[in-house]
T-cell receptor, first 109, second 114 residues
Framework: SQQGEEDPQALSIQEGENATMNCSYKTSINNLQWYRQNSGRGLVHLILIRSNEREKHSGRLRVTLDTSKKSSSLLITASRAADTASYFC?????????FGTGTRLKVLA | DAGVIQSPRHEVTEMGQEVTLRCKPISGHNSLFWYRQTMMRGLELLIYFNNNVPIDDSGMPEDRFSAKMPNASFSTLKIQPSEPRDSAVYFCASSFRGTPYEQYFGPGTRLTVT
């Protein structure tokens, strides 16, 4: 069964706006990662947040983690057309990752 | 660094045929993962190798699927015999120290079984 469930499934915004996507999971985790997948390509790692961290930044990305609610959010600020992609969260308990269903983000120029 | 290399990029085959997918992980990485991605089931982990040894193959759908890693620089995923429901994109990923570290994905092999 899939661990992570992203919300929303699809998101369409204008260039320059912020995009927020959420991930919920079911069991305890050691860490959570976010990946991006451009159409027809493999996944690319964006950011990792450990279970004892609450917030992390990387460039225009901001990730939060609430282990009490078993949820995480990914915020992309000042979005660009190049951010158009699917975004996946991946949770890790022991030695393997379980990927969520993904959020399809479309940034309109 | 060339990244994770997968071949072929596209494979079209008829039901019942044997299919072999290949992967070359990033040099120095000691963990390798095979995933399958479909619209219906999303991204599923099929098998995980650490130091060339299969650690977890619980995601392999059935006996028709097999995977090998004869050395640190090469892995294969074989489907024999193939069925239409095996149609998917198969990804190979590698990482330096397994989980919980970031994985580097290959471009994938799009398999179509007719």
């Amino acid at each position: 069964s899939q661990q992570g469930e992203e919300d929303p499934q699809a998101l369409s915004i204008q260039e320059g706006e912020n995009a927020t996507m959420n991930c919920s999971y079911k069991t305890s985790i050691n860490n959570l990662q976010w990946y991006r997948q451009n159409s027809g390509r493999g996944l690319v790692h964006l950011i990792l947040i450990r279970s004892n961290e609450r917030e992390k930044h990387s460039g225009r990305l901001r990730v939060t983690l609430d282990t009490s609610k078993k949820s995480s959010s990914l915020l992309i600020t000042a979005s660009r057309a190049a951010d158009t992609a699917s975004y996946f969260c991946a949770t890790s308990g022991t030695y393997k990752y379980i990927f969520g269903t993904g959020t399809r983000l479309k940034v309109l120029a | 660094d060339a990244g994770v290399i997968q071949s072929p990029r596209h494979e079209v085959t008829e039901m019942g045929q044997e299919v072999t997918l290949r992967c070359k992980p990033i040099s120095g990485h000691n963990s390798l993962f095979w995933y399958r991605q479909t619209m219906m089931r999303g991204l599923e982990l099929l098998i995980y190798f650490n130091n060339n040894v299969p650690i977890d193959d619980s995601g392999m759908p059935e006996d028709r699927f097999s995977a090998k890693m004869p050395n640190a620089s090469f892995s294969t995923l074989k489907i024999q015999p193939s069925e239409p429901r095996d149609s998917a994109v198969y990804f190979c990923a590698s990482s330096f120290r397994g989980t919980p570290y970031e994985q580097y994905f290959g471009p994938g092999t799009r398999l179509t079984v007719t």
